[in-house]
């Protein structure tokens, strides 16, 4: 059976979901009181593409100081795809994430020198409170390059398995367009994604203007 490896890097300030999202992502399991990642944590998740087909996900959860120090170059290193997430009921988180995204196009490309593919997600769309608006996000995906966003509820389980589809879709196919992969492995390019404005709830797939 042929296997994939990538390595993905989530990046984010601290608080924002990194830790619960990789476990919900990985172990389906969620708690309130993960304690605050140092340096960073790793977690595999072995997924079976197709019938002949495995990739293994290698998930890079860096810490959320680690933008101020020189060790972000060391963690981006050798990156297929990276998750910049917010928090939406905290306006700064946000627009630390325009930061983090700088942060690894200056340190960090792929193999062809083209920037590594970054998903942004805006995270705790559960909340009533939120401090960021979905236009405002639009925006900021479309200027600085995400190949999408998509609002996720860690705590719900709602849009984590999606948006985790979609990012290895590109990493797919950009693998394929770099390395030559068989036709039989690449995946369908999708849309960008997001949650339906009108639905919190939903988990209708959209197309993000990005």
Known sequence: M?????????????????????????????????KM????????????????????????DIAGQERFTSMTRVYYKDAHACIVMFDV?????????????KDLDTKCSLLDGSPVPCLLIANKCDLSHREVEQEEVEEVCREHEFV?????SVKE???????????IEEMVNKHAEIDGLSESFTARRGDGIRLNPDSQKSTASGRCSC
């Open 37 to 60: 990642t140092i340096g960073v944590d790793f977690a595999l998740k072995v997924i079976k593409w197709s019938d002949n087909r495995t990739i293994k996900l290698q998930l890079w």
């Open 89 to 101: 009921s905290q306006r700064a988180t946000f627009q630390s994430a325009v930061k983090w995204k």
């Open 2 to 34: 042929a296997e994939l490896l990538f390595k993905v890097i989530i990046i984010g300030d601290p608080t924002v979901g990194k830790t619960s999202f990789v476990q919900r992502y990985v172990n389906d399991s969620y708690r309130r009181d993960y």
């Open 157 to 167: 389980g709602l849009m984590i398995d999606e948006c985790m589809r979609f990012l």
């Open 148 to 152: 999408g966003w998509t609002e996720t």
